[in-house]
């Protein structure tokens, strides 16, 4: 079975790449993972977790598929042909210059974030947390070392939309203190409950426009309340079932160039 993904169109306009925003369909694992969970360190089985990252990898043309140990933090590895895919190092982007090589942020709520130029791809895992500490900053920055930051463009993954999202008013507070002016007007409350709901969408979106970034779209596929497509883990917390599957953002240089 070929695994479900969505492509983003600000993606698609770049020579040269592949790249998807997978869903959990069309893997081998089973239970809480079903079924295309690609995350190592979920508890599901290494047999079904390397069959599902390989079709991943095959879904893209590509030759291995290169993931983090997230962190939510802002490190950025520079990875090759070279790399040992299968170790892991703490860390929450990913950059190569390499054809062939896939890399991938894994995400159930948190974004992953995509990006691409000719000849150099990027990926990110981004939560509020990593958006807060600049990960996507220093994914952009670590591509400059081979291209120009104006030829760089990005896409945000599916992610928890911001009506799925309700979170306290210390939360807000302490953001708009820390991050005014990108968090300003990521926040809204709910029309019937007036709590406090948060926008981690549009907050990255600001963040990637302000570091430079024109060339930008999201998907506003919603983890949380799509059960079928994604794995979600508030969805997780609030049923109280601490087991749930990563769906990975992937994107790779192809090898015909």
């Known amino acids: 079975m070929t695994p479900e993904f969505d492509t983003s169109p600000a993606l698609e306009a770049v020579p ?12 081998t694992s ?7 969970n690609c995350s190592p360190n979920a508890g599901d089985s290494p047999e079904s977790v390397r069959e599902n990252r390989m079709r991943v990898v095959r879904a893209l043309g590509g030759d291995c598929l290169v993931t983090n140990r997230q962190v939510h933090g802002r490190r950025v590895r520079l990875v090759g042909r070279y790399t040992d895919a299968a170790a892991l190092e703490e860390a929450d982007g990913l950059v190569t210059t390499d054809p062939g090589v896939c890399i991938g942020a894994l995400g159930a709520d948190c974004a992953p974030v995509l990006f691409a130029a000719p000849g150099v791809v990027g990926a990110a895992h981004v939560g ?3 958006a807060l500490a600049g990960v996507t900053d220093a994914v952009i920055e670590s591509m400059e070392a081979f291209t120009d930051r104006c030829r760089i463009a990005a896409a945000v993954g599916p992610a928890i939309q911001p009506m799925s999202y309700e979170v306290g008013g210390d939360f807000r507070d302490q953001l708009l203190e ?7 007007d990521c926040f809204l409350s709910h029309p019937d409950t007036r709590r406090v709901h948060f926008d981690l969408p549009a907050y990255i979106e600001r963040r990637l426009r302000h570091a430079g970034i024109l ?21 997780s917390c609030h049923r109280g079932t601490p087991e749930y599957g990563r769906q990975p953002g992937v994107i790779c240089l192809s090898r015909e160039g």
């Open 16 to 27: 040269g790449i592949r790249h998807g925003f997978f869903t959990r369909r069309g893997g």
């Open 30 to 36: 089973g239970g809480p993972f079903e079924s295309l």
């Open 128 to 130: 509020w947390k990593g």
């Open 178 to 184: 820390m991050s005014p002016v990108d968090a300003e």
């Open 215 to 235: 060339q930008l779209d999201r998907n506003a596929s919603d983890t949380y309340v799509d059960e079928k497509r994604f794995f979600s883990y508030r969805r």
